[in-house]
Nanobody, 124 residues
Framework: QVHLVESGGGLVQAGGSLRLSCAAS????????IGWFRQTPGKEREYVGR????????DYADSVKGRFTISRDNDRKMVYLQMNSLKPEDTAVYYC?????????????????WGQGTQVTVSS
C-alpha cells in the first residue's frame, strides 16, 4: 500500500511557475507509475500526466504538454510536477495517485491511493 501527500500549491500570476510535490510512504512505491490529475468544482477529475516507475517515460495531456514536466526520485519517494507558463485555466486542485501495475491509461477511476490534493490558483 502507498500513501501520498501533495504539497506546493499556491497563488501565482499567469506566466509564472510552481512545483508541486507528491510525497509517498510505503515500501512498494518504486514499482508503481504515478499519475497527476486536477479537478475544478463541478467537473470530473482531469488527467494531467503520468511518469513510469523508473522515472524514464512520461506522458502528458495535450493541454499541458510543453509546459509541465513530471519527475520522480525513488530514493526519496518523491514525485514532482513542474508547471511553467501557467494559465488561469490551470487553476484547480491537483492530485497525485498510483496507477495499477501495467496500466498506462488516463482514466482517473482506475487510479488508487489518492492524496488529499493541493490548490493551485493562477491569476490573470
Amino acid at each position: 500500500q502507498v500513501h501520498l501527500v501533495e504539497s506546493g500549491g499556491g497563488l501565482v500570476q499567469a506566466g509564472g511557475s510552481l512545483r508541486l510535490s507528491c510525497a509517498a510512504s510505503g515500501r512498494t512505491f518504486s514499482v508503481y507509475d504515478i499519475g497527476w490529475f486536477r479537478q475544478t468544482p463541478g467537473k470530473e477529475r482531469e488527467y494531467v500526466g503520468r511518469i513510469d516507475r523508473n522515472g524514464v517515460i512520461a506522458d502528458y495531456a495535450d493541454s499541458v504538454k510543453g509546459r509541465f514536466t513530471i519527475s520522480r526520485d525513488n530514493d526519496r519517494k518523491m514525485v514532482y510536477l513542474q508547471m511553467n507558463s501557467l494559465k488561469p485555466e490551470d487553476t484547480a486542485v491537483y492530485y497525485c495517485a498510483v496507477a495499477p501495475l501495467e496500466y498506462i491509461g488516463r482514466r482517473a477511476e482506475v487510479y488508487d491511493f489518492w492524496g488529499q490534493g493541493t490548490q493551485v490558483t493562477v491569476s490573470s
